[in-house]
């Protein structure tokens, strides 16, 4: 089954409405890691967020290891926060690999 | 800042045909990675390496093979390229436990 859920797969927002992506994952990890894809392809790094909460900007990332989760949320959204967010689990006990979640579609409209 | 960049950025191919993606890193990573990004299925790992000289199997392997010369470069090798791999594939490399830097991707349209 798949290992990494993220919710919602899609989300529409008006621009300085805040959002909470989510990522919940059914096997151990060694690690958590967030992305942006822009429309077109490229993915940039947000986070690598083992445990604990991470900020940067207007951007937190929080990993609950016990509880199997991550979150990322985006305060004060932008439109040019539109794209796609993507979760990433490095597995345990399976060397330096990522399973990505299928990712949140994000639009901002202004 | 990380580079990694891959060639070609876009191609074209034949059913049967072969393929070879490149990429290059320049940030003196050991690890290096490629996957494929399909509509709903986020990305997969296909092959990935920690040394030259040596790859590994990732997820989905199959019709795929990988060779790392040196620690630089990795190439994805489509022997018989089929319309199933059509794709947007994507290069990555990473310092062993740590974040990965992805490469802008390669369009790969079968016919």
């Known amino acids: 089954g798949q290992q990494v859920q993220q919710s919602p797969a899609s989300l529409v927002l008006q621009e300085g409405e805040n959002a909470e992506l989510q990522c919940n994952f059914s096997t151990s990890l060694n690690s958590m890691q967030w992305f942006y894809q822009r429309p077109g392809g490229s993915l940039v790094s947000l986070f690598y967020n083992p445990s604990g909460t991470k900020h940067s900007g207007r951007l937190t990332s929080t990993t609950v290891i016990k509880e199997r989760r991550s979150s990322l949320h985006i305060s004060s959204s932008q439109t040019t926060d539109s794209g796609t967010y993507l979760c990433a689990l490095e597995r345990g006990n399976m060397g330096y690999k990522l399973t990505f979640g299928t990712g949140t579609s994000l639009l901002v409209d202004p | 800042e990380a580079a990694v960049t891959q060639s070609p950025r876009s191609k074209v191919a034949v059913t049967g045909g072969k393929v070879t993606l490149s990429c290059h890193q320049t940030?003196?990573?050991?690890?290096m990675y490629w996957y494929r990004q399909d509509t709903g299925h986020g990305l997969r790992l296909i092959h990935y390496?920690?040394?030259?000289?040596?790859?590994e199997k990732g997820d989905i392997p199959d019709g795929y093979k990988a060779s790392r010369p040196s620690q630089e470069n990795f190439s994805l090798i489509l022997e018989l390229a089929s319309l199933s791999q059509t794709a947007v594939y994507f290069c990555a490399s990473s310092p062993q436990t740590y974040e990965q830097y992805f490469g802008p991707g390669t369009r790969l349209t079968v016919l």
């Open positions: 390496s920690y040394v030259a000289d040596s790859t």
């Open positions: 940030n003196n990573h050991d690890y």
